[in-house]
């Protein structure tokens, strides 16, 4: 049968959506920093939206794309569709293209909105839960001149991905981790290894913070660490 088997390929194209918060007082005449937020696998923009309500009211652009790849996610009496930033299957290499199309992607987007609002480019960082964190670990260190720093909550900073990009935005990119201690999906442990190793290859101002009661999720104690971090930052 194998001998009378042709393959072929052929793109398929899916549309994307995101949502723009603005600052609650905006104004045309000003600039201000961009945040970038990312959702965890199976979820869309509401979900962070809501654990970092906190932080919306600051003087920011917010900025949540949906993940470009849609998966139905199944309950116990329900169905949906969710959301993933990438596909992976164990192959690293697999892994590192499937980011890296989905940080032209991203990058796209951010360009769009610099046509439409009033961002400051040289203000810029992202964030996000889970596999959300670990696409904004390796957006923003891989891209240190358009972001200032990237934060990963309830995921783990890629720092196998930073080797050959190190030398250049270790001293450039500010990384975040923030996790839950009780964390089952993604260890505690392999965590802040992750922030270790972001330090011994460079990157200078690479900062863990756990709340030890939290499981993978975002706590009020998380949020409020990230709003710090964003002040730092921005």
Request: proline share 8%.
């Given at each position: 049968m194998h001998e009378r088997t042709r393959l072929g390929r052929r793109v398929f194209e899916l549309e994307t959506s995101?949502?723009?918060?603005?600052?609650?007082?905006?104004?045309e005449g000003r600039r201000y920093p961009l945040v970038v937020g990312l959702h965890g696998?199976?979820?869309?923009?509401?979900?962070?939206?809501?654990?970092?309500?906190?932080?919306?009211?600051?003087?920011y652009l917010w900025?949540?794309?949906?993940?470009?790849?849609?998966?139905?996610?199944?309950?116990?009496?329900?169905?949906?569709?969710?959301?993933?930033?990438y596909m992976f299957d164990g192959n690293q290499e697999r892994l590192?293209?499937?980011?890296?199309?989905?940080?032209?992607?991203?990058?796209?987007?951010i360009d769009t909105l610099w046509n439409s609002f009033r961002i400051d480019l040289s203000r810029a960082v992202v964030l996000g839960f889970s596999q959300g964190g670990y696409m904004a670990g390796v957006?923003?260190?891989?891209?240190?001149m358009r972001f200032r720093g990237a934060c990963s909550i309830g995921g783990r900073l890629k720092h196998e991905f930073f080797h050959e990009i190190a030398a250049k935005a270790g001293p450039r990119v500010a990384l975040a981790q923030v996790?839950?201690?009780?964390?089952?999906?993604?260890?505690?442990?392999?965590?802040?290894?992750a922030v270790e190793a972001c330090r011994a290859q460079g990157f200078v101002r690479a900062e863990y913070f756990e709340d030890p009661l939290a499981g993978h999720e975002i706590t009020p104690p998380m949020a409020a660490f990230v709003g710090r971090w964003l002040e730092q930052i921005l």
């Open positions: 995101y949502e723009v918060l603005l600052p609650p007082r905006y104004e696998m199976g979820q869309d923009e509401s979900h962070l939206k809501r654990d970092l309500a906190p932080l919306l009211e600051r003087d900025l949540f794309p949906r993940g470009p790849y849609p998966l139905e996610v199944r309950g116990r009496d329900s169905m949906r569709v969710g959301h993933a930033w590192a293209a499937s980011m890296e199309l989905t940080a032209r992607h991203l990058l796209g987007i957006l923003g260190a891989k891209n240190p996790h839950g201690g009780q964390d089952t999906s993604v260890r505690a442990e392999a965590a802040r290894q």
